[in-house]
């Protein structure tokens, strides 16, 4: 959910009228009546809801007929995905839509409280593990019984962004013995802080804008995935969470090295909407390779969709909070906030890059 109650507090105190659909939230376990308590007016039906709009709230990108029912010179937010969705971006464009994408905002500190990736990421993190910990053929932690030592299953993590921290972590309190890649050497004091081995490769540092990893060549790929291999075979559960924002997501684990894998472990790829980072993944399937478990799981957050709400509308809320000057909500271009995630304005597409035409130019409207 885009809101939920405590949010619309938040959002009525701003000085916005929120609106939200009937039923909404049932799924995520939030009652109509808990928005209408906060002060939420529940409309009955899309139509009615997107009717004389000024802002638009979203998880994800609007589907077939709703960029149509956004009214003209409205602002939407959400993940919109813009790196793969031109015609979706074209519609609002021509519709003067006012989009925000989500996953665009820069990572500064002012920003970190409308982080959603961020706040979504440690969700799936901490779910992949408790995945894999449920589909292995053995336990977590080492276990000492009168029967002997049960050892530790080790589990090795390949990407140490948001998702691939809290995956080490939570991996960690449940007992494994845990290793961890990413491209990036400057996580591995936060790797290791978490009590998991850090795995270097003699490949250098691929570090890009934003603390983001860049995208690699296929050969520096083909090294990485031979240097890997043997990480990867001696792990009972492996988790992947590499991505490179706007792109297809790196190709780490091939067909060969699930082969080479124990019949019995597991892979969850955190990747698997944006192509996986394994060869074998299928997005939304959970198959049985050679004895091996891949787990391609579609957005991965919303099987815990409680806090998944919760932390995303927060994000949503922050940013149009610090939206709002003076009684009015305003897009100003100079700064780099709005100018890093607006995709859309006046009729013109902005991605990937705000034209200069627009700096110092504002919109506003009263919330």
Not at 57 to 70: F, M
Not at 88 to 107: G, M, N, Q, S, Y
Request: glycine fraction near 10%; charged fraction near 20%.
């Amino acid at each position: 959910m885009a809101a939920v109650p405590d949010t619309v507090a938040k959002l009525a105190n701003a000085g916005f009228e929120v609106w939200v659909e009937q039923g909404a939230g049932a799924a995520a376990h939030f009652a109509d009546d808990a928005y209408r308590q906060q002060g939420a007016i529940l409309a009955n039906g899309v139509d009615r809801l997107y009717e004389g709009a000024d802002v638009v709230l979203k998880v994800q990108a609007p589907i077939d007929g709703e960029v149509e029912r956004i009214p003209e010179g409205a602002v939407l937010v959400g993940l919109l995905q813009p790196a793969r969705n031109a015609e979706l971006i074209d519609a609002l464009a021509a519709r003067k839509v006012t989009a925000l994408a989500l996953e665009l905002l820069p990572r500064i500190s002012r920003a970190q409280s409308m982080d959603a990736l961020s706040s979504q990421a440690s969700l799936g993190g901490y779910k992949a593990v408790v995945l894999g910990a449920a589909r292995l053929d053995k336990i977590m932690p080492m276990q000492m019984t009168a029967a002997g030592t049960i050892p530790p299953a080790r589990v090795f993590v390949l990407g140490a962004g948001v998702a691939g921290l809290q995956a080490i972590a939570t991996a960690r309190r449940l007992g494994a013995v845990v290793e961890a890649y990413d491209v990036r050497p400057a996580v591995k004091e936060e790797v290791q802080s978490l009590g998991a081995r850090f795995v270097e490769l003699p490949l250098g540092t691929a570090e890009g804008a934003g603390g983001y990893a860049r995208e690699q060549s296929e050969e520096h790929l083909r090294r990485q995935r031979e240097l890997l291999a043997e990480h990867v075979a001696s792990a009972d559960l492996v988790v992947t969470t590499a991505a490179v924002p706007g792109r297809k997501a790196p190709l780490l684990v091939i067909a060969d090295m699930v082969a080479g894998m124990r019949p019995g472990s597991v892979i969850v790829d955190l990747a698997a909407d944006s192509g996986g980072n394994c060869e074998l993944t299928e997005a939304g399937v959970e198959r049985d390779v050679g004895g091996v478990t891949i787990v391609g799981i579609r957005d991965l957050p919303r099987t815990v969709p409680v806090p998944a709400s919760q932390t995303y509308a927060r994000n949503l809320t922050n940013l149009l909070v610090y939206l709002v000057k003076d009684g009015e909500l305003t897009l100003d271009f100079d700064d780099e906030i709005v100018k890093g995630c607006c995709v859309t304005h006046g009729g013109e597409v902005l991605y990937p890059e705000p034209k200069a035409s627009l700096a110092a130019t504002s919109a506003g409207g009263q919330p």
